[in-house]
């Protein structure tokens, strides 16, 4: 018997099992229903689908400005000071000077953490770990006994490379005298801010005095200690400026 | 526009599929299936790869609907089971749908009553008289396992019947 032959008639009984009787069952009018269902169905997915598409695109959108703006706020500093954080009395705009500031390091490109600033004539030396360190330049305003703002002048800071708005850091700030505003202070002739001490002298040239605020680090932001070690060594070298060209009114 | 690919698709095969469905489920009210078929396919028009005919691919979406309902409704009787409840039901049997005399009575409830897979073969190589390749893309197996298990199923089918279907020798 071969093999094909053995179902032989099952298979032709299994072929004429009848097909329903559609005009009694599922008739023209019951298939024309159905076929309206299923038009008014593909017509609302269809829209349904495009509002789904417009809306993953303004949501992709959305994300990408959201992401743009975060990494604004995360990469780019914001130009600015709270000046409390700082214990100053500065009120002037301030700058924010990337380092690696060409005019300011001049000749000295090599030595990589020394800060020079032409302008006042000083040098400023930092460790390695300040790499990519920042200057930001305020004012410091002297007021007099009889509580009139008397004297002003500008601070630099150098603000660590890991600073952020949401996690500063202690900066090393730099208050500039002429060496009569000096002299006016020492007398007594004006004051700096509520401390009752006075700003200590880092040094001197031939034009500026440079100092120290007083409790600069009343705020103990993270790095306060590394700066009190910084300066403990005498970082800040004078060299006298040509007076014509660098006097400061 | 996918509106009018499916509309050209359900007059050309709408009868097809309720001929499937009402082997399929062993149940004549499926119209509403029939429908459901063509809402999944507007659904997963997107996903329609060109490799199968539109025929195929609507067969293999009808069979899963069919098991879903096969499904629903023995949840149903479970529940009735519970419940103590017996409802009547007024629908047309298939076999009355069908017109069947007795010897295809006979042979419907014996394809009813086989195994899944059995069932299925039979029914897309038997009654809908597919190819062994289309049958393949809609059981998603390969066409040896379709052969083989065809040939299983009718065998079954042969012993279940009895002497309805007389062996060559």
């Given amino acids: 018997m071969k093999k094909n032959e053995r179902f032989y008639d099952l ?14 069952k599922f008739t023209k009018e019951t298939q024309d229903i159905i076929h309206e269902n299923l038009m008014q169905f593909a017509s609302s997915y269809d829209k349904k689908k495009k509002r789904m598409v417009i809306m993953k695109k303004i949501s992709l959108g959305l994300a990408g400005i959201a ?3 975060l990494f604004a706020i995360l990469a780019i500093p914001r130009v600015g000071l709270d000046s409390n954080q700082q214990g100053q ?6 700058t924010v000077d990337k380092n690696n500031d060409k005019e300011d390091i001049d000749q000295n490109e090599t030595v990589e953490n020394l800060y020079e600033n032409a302008e006042y004539g ?10 990519g360190y920042q200057i930001v330049s305020d004012s410091w305003d002297g007021i007099a006994t009889d509580q009139q703002q008397m004297e002003s002048g500008p601070i630099l800071l150098i ?4 600073w952020t ?6 900066d090393i700030p730099i208050m500039i005298f002429t060496l009569e505003q000096w002299s006016s202070l020492e007398k007594g002739e004006f004051h700096i801010g509520a401390a009752p001490v006075g700003p200590t002298m880092l040094g001197q040239n031939n034009e500026y005095v440079f100092a120290l605020p007083a409790r600069y680090n009343f705020a103990f932001l993270e790095g306060y200690e590394e700066v009190e070690t910084i300066l403990e060594n005498n970082p800040l070298q004078p060299k006298d400026v040509e007076k014509d060209a660098s006097k400061k009114d | 526009m996918n509106s009018n690919i499916i509309s050209e698709w359900y007059y050309l095969y709408n009868k097809d599929i309720y001929h499937f469905l009402v082997y399929y489920i062993g149940s004549s009210d499926v119209e509403d299936l029939v429908q459901e078929v063509f809402i999944r396919a507007i659904k997963g028009f997107d996903s329609y790869q060109h490799k199968a005919s539109p025929k195929t691919w609507l067969i293999s979406i009808a069979r899963h609907v069919g098991i879903d309902e096969m499904r629903k409704r023995k949840r149903v009787r479970m529940k009735q089971m519970i419940w103590f409840r017996d409802e009547q039901s007024d629908k047309e049997t298939p076999e009355k749908i069908l017109q069947l005399n007795e010897n295809n ?3 419907y409830q014996a394809i009813q009553s086989l195994k899944a897979n059995y069932r299925d073969v039979i029914i897309l190589r038997g009654i809908k008289e597919l190819s062994v390749t289309e049958t393949a893309s809609i059981l998603n197996w390969n066409e040896n396992k379709v052969r083989s298990t065809y040939h ?3 065998k079954s089918l042969q012993k279940s019947t009895g002497g309805f279907s007389h062996e060559k020798e």
């Fill in chain 1, 11 to 24: 298979e032709k009984k299994i072929r004429s099992l009848p097909e329903p009787d559609y005009d009694k």
């Fill in chain 1, 165 to 170: 708005e949401a996690k500063p850091r202690q």
């Fill in chain 1, 67 to 69: 992401a743009f703006v």
């Fill in chain 1, 159 to 162: 603000r660590h490379p890991e």
């Fill in chain 2, 152 to 154: 299983r199923a009718l």
């Fill in chain 2, 105 to 107: 009575k006979m042979l």
């Fill in chain 1, 122 to 131: 000083f040098t400023f030396t930092l460790p390695k770990s300040w790499e």
């Fill in chain 1, 89 to 94: 009395e500065g009120k002037g705009e301030t």
